[in-house]
């Protein structure tokens, strides 16, 4: 693997911004960059943390280290200059911190011409309704990394129901445990795989 994939799983920020500028003046492709070598990579840390042989400073060094690169990466991948396709509050949800995932889905979705609202990890479900009442967000992407907060996922659905905002906005949900069919389930608009599928779900229901 790459110099950039091995800075990551050894979590140095710095060889990994290092490695990210050396493959893009080398004619690399912020998009291959981020799903041949920085996505493997976390892969690979989350193997070594179940195995044991990571523990969580070893994360945080790796999660700071995907950080880095990607805010190299970030007006790569938000370079295309399409029109606005719609206003999107994203967020991890409430309990679960991992916004790794979020930030890339972020990133390609400003790619695609929407209108990022981005609402940081933890956030409540308050936060998602306020998002659409006071920011006329038409599209909620909510992330969830962790099995123990998927059900916020369903919360947030249905605070957006109590408050009477559910028929404004289309909800798409996503993360490494979140399914179809849990997606079904909660009454969720769409899942996304991953953040191109994101991208692809965002731009037909908005469309
Ligand atoms: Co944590 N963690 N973590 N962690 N962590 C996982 C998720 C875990 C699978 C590791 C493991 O055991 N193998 C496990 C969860 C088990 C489970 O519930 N099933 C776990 C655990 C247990 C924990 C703690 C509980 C550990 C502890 O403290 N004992 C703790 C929880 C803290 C909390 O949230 N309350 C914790 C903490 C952390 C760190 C803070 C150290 C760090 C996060 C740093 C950060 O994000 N700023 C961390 C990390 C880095 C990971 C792993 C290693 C990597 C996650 C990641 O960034 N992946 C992860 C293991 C793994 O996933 N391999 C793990 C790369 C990222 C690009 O992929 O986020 O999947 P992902 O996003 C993808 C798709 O899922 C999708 O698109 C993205 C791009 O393709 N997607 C969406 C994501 N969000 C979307 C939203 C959408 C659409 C698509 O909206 C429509």
Redo the contacts with the bound molecule.
């Keep these: 693997m790459s110099e950039l994939y091995d800075a990551i799983l050894q979590g140095n920020a710095k060889a990994a911004v290092e490695a990210t500028r050396a493959a893009l003046a080398a004619g690399g492709l912020a998009l291959d960059l981020v799903s041949r070598e920085m ?1 493997p990579a ?2 690979e ?2 193997r070594l ?2 195995c044991e042989e990571y523990f ?1 400073p070893e ?2 060094l ?2 700071r280290a ?1 950080k880095g690169a990607l805010e190299l990466l970030r007006p790569l991948l938000a370079a295309s200059g399409a029109e606005p396709a719609g206003r999107v509050a994203i967020g991890t949800v409430k ?8 930030n ?2 972020g990133a390609m979705l400003e790619g695609a011409g929407f209108e990022v609202i981005d609402l940081g990890a933890d956030v409540s479900a308050e936060r998602f309704v306020d998002a659409v009442r006071s920011r006329n967000a038409n599209l909620i ?3 969830a ?4 907060t998927m059900p916020a996922m369903k919360a947030t659905i249905e605070a957006l129901n109590a408050a009477g905002v559910r028929g404004q906005v289309k909800v ?6 979140v399914t179809q069919k849990f997606a079904d389930q909660i009454g969720a608009d769409g899942f ?1 795989e ?2 191109t599928a ?1 991208v692809a779900l965002a731009r037909q229901l908005a469309g």
């Design positions: 996505i976390m892969d840390v989350g943390y179940h969580v994360l945080l790796a999660a995907m309990g679960d911190l991992h916004d790794i995932g979020k890339l889905v992407c909510l992330s990394l962790l099995t123990v798409l949900v996503g993360g490494a445990p996304g991953d953040a994101a």
